[in-house]
């Protein structure tokens, strides 16, 4: 008898582990690495810009590097990074809020990194190119299961708030 009960166990142990390693649960576990790691980094360049730099100082790093509207664009950009990292972090409207992330890796890439090259020690465009690719991918995978828009709008009949999770 206790045969018939250990293989009942190693078959219940074999289905939790195909279950913990399923392809849907590696794609969760992954969207949620990415969304933390590039979260807190933007989270933290949203505050250089707005707390350290200065709003003032960061508008005048912008046109100094050439950024039209700097005026304008500094601050939005600073509380965008600020913002937006947050949301990543928490997992909340991650899909608009990635692909405002994106574009505006995409901005600095082409306004400011791609004359320098690829290095970014040489002040090119590599970390901002792989922030522009990470927010991008997040953008279109969604923040996966373990995050507020998963429980906010994953079960929702909305087609368009559910498309937020």
């Not at 939790?16 to 933390?36: D, E, K, N, V, Y």
């Amino acid at each position: 008898m206790p045969l018939v009960t250990d293989r009942a166990q190693t078959n219940r142990n074999d289905s939790m582990t195909a279950q913990s390693s399923s392809p849907a649960t590696r794609s969760t576990i992954a969207r949620t690495i990415l969304r933390l790691a590039l979260g807190v980094v933007f989270f933290a360049h949203g505050w250089q810009k707005i707390f350290e730099y200065t709003i003032p100082g960061t508008q005048a790093s912008f046109a100094e590097m050439g950024v039209p509207a700097a005026q304008l664009i500094a601050p939005a950009i600073g509380f965008l990074e600020l913002l937006g990292g947050a949301a990543l972090i928490l997992g909340v409207l991650v899909r608009p809020v990635a692909a405002l992330l994106a574009l505006d890796m995409i901005g600095a890439l082409f306004l400011v990194h791609a004359p320098a090259g690829l290095f970014a020690d040489q002040g090119g465009y590599e970390f901002v190119l792989v922030l522009a690719a990470g927010a991008a991918a997040l953008a279109v995978a969604g923040a996966g299961r373990f995050s507020l828009d998963a429980r906010l709008f994953g079960r929702s009949q909305n087609p368009t708030l559910a498309a937020l999770a």
